[in-house]
């Protein structure tokens, strides 16, 4: 298996300049000739995981084995080709980076990719590499797939071996992936899932008119004919008001909780270092810093509530059906305080699934004013499959 990496044409910034990580893909296999990249938090061996800050990278040491998602993918066939930027210790949703710059939106140019695998989805949607692995705590698939108009995953929680990927949050943090063409999506979903992509449909889709109402008005009017699109595809549609309380409310337990485990996986590591972070990952970990066992106590029994609510719904066959973000990319020169009003209704979105550890796939489905916004079908834990295999039907029947 050939270890040196030819020479790498990246307009896009997508991948880290300071790695030369490749593997060859396997002659055989479902992936065959094929090649993917893979976001700078998974371990390949005899190369240092940089995780988008240059402390982390100056301070770690090579990796001694491949991560498994990495090396099932290149023992089907596929080639990986490099490693990808990424937010600082993953810790983002815009895919910006002060130390190594953002990578370049292909399908909305001036705009952020969306992070926080963001060269992931560069790449793939630059059509530098036919598909690609990142990972997802708050969004950091769905919301890059979302903004770059491609297909994307947050599997069920655990689904997907994290075995050699750098963890910050472990009762969030899953192995996804991005793909340019839904039939690429699934082959690599059999790969990655180690199972057969069934065609079957859901049987009801639940419609989450309070995730809508928080899109802007643009990608309310842009996805909603693709809601009936997809709901001629299945036997019931529906709508509910999924949070009493309001969406927004229910992201506070999440940003305790992950800020807590973000925090402690780290913790030694800033304490001896002293690493050099951008004004709003330090603004994060100082906010988790304040959280009280008390507050991640209460946090728990929130996400409980949320996990049964989220459960009554999602009986054998259903799939909820929201918007991936709330907007298009955002411009890429963006102030802090407009990039987390941003964030925070963007994550009233992205934590349902977050916090009931349900599947999500994002579809590129539609545009609002030519930019990529994508619809999301959330279905209940184990339905990994029957969402890929419908977002290979609904690419094939829309």
């Known amino acids: ?25 396997a002659e055989a296999g479902p992936l065959a000739g094929t090649t993917f990249a893979a976001k700078d938090i ?23 084995e491949t991560a498994w998602a990495v090396s099932v993918l290149v023992d089907a066939g596929a080639t990986l080709v490099g490693k990808t930027h990424t937010d600082e210790l993953t810790r983002g949703i815009y895919g910006t980076n002060a130390h190594y710059g953002t990578p370049i939106n292909p399908r909305a140019p001036g705009r952020v990719p969306g992070g926080s695998s963001s060269g992931s989805a560069a790449a793939v949607a630059g059509g530098l590499v036919d598909f690609a692995l990142g990972s997802d705590t708050g969004g950091s698939v769905r919301i890059p797939a979302s903004f770059c108009g491609l297909y994307g995953i947050r599997p069920t929680h655990g689904r997907i071996s994290m075995q050699g990927v750098m963890m910050g949050s472990p009762s969030y943090d899953t192995v996804g992936f991005f793909a340019d063409d839904a039939e690429l999506f699934a082959r690599v979903g059999q790969v990655l899932l180690q199972t057969e992509i069934p065609a079957l449909r859901p049987a009801q889709l639940v419609v989450v008119d309070d995730a809508f109402a928080l899109a802007e008005h643009g990608v309310d009017a842009a996805l909603r004919p693709q809601v009936e699109r997809v709901g001629s595809l299945v036997h019931k549609v529906r709508s509910v008001r999924l949070a009493e309380d309001g969406l927004e409310a229910w992201t506070e337990q999440q940003v305790v909780q992950s800020g807590r485990e973000t925090l402690a996986a780290a913790r030694d590591w800033i304490d001896e270092v002293n690493p050099r972070f951008s004004f709003e990952v330090a603004m994060r970990y100082a906010a988790a810093e304040a959280f009280t066992e008390a507050d991640e106590e209460a946090a728990r029994g929130e996400r409980e509530r949320i996990r049964t609510r989220v459960g009554q719904l999602l009986s054998a066959g259903t799939v909820l059906c929201l918007p991936t973000a709330t907007s298009p990319a955002p411009p890429v020169e963006r102030t802090v305080q407009q990039r987390l009003d941003l964030r925070q209704r963007t994550l009233a979105l992205t934590c349902i699934a977050g916090s009931t550890g349900c599947p999500q796939v994002s579809l590129p489905l539609a545009e609002v004013d030519g930019l990529p916004v994508g619809l999301s079908l959330l279905a209940a834990r184990g339905g990994d499959e029957m969402l890929i295999g419908f977002a290979r039907e609904i690419a094939a029947v829309l």
Do not use: I, Q
């Open 42 to 64: 998974f371990d390949v061996a005899g190369h240092v995981c940089g995780a988008g800050n240059p402390d982390w990278k100056r301070t770690h040491s090579p990796a001694a």
């Open 1 to 25: 298996m050939a270890t040196t990496r030819p020479s790498l044409d990246d307009p896009l910034n997508a991948f880290c300049r300071d790695t030369d990580a490749y593997l060859e893909g």
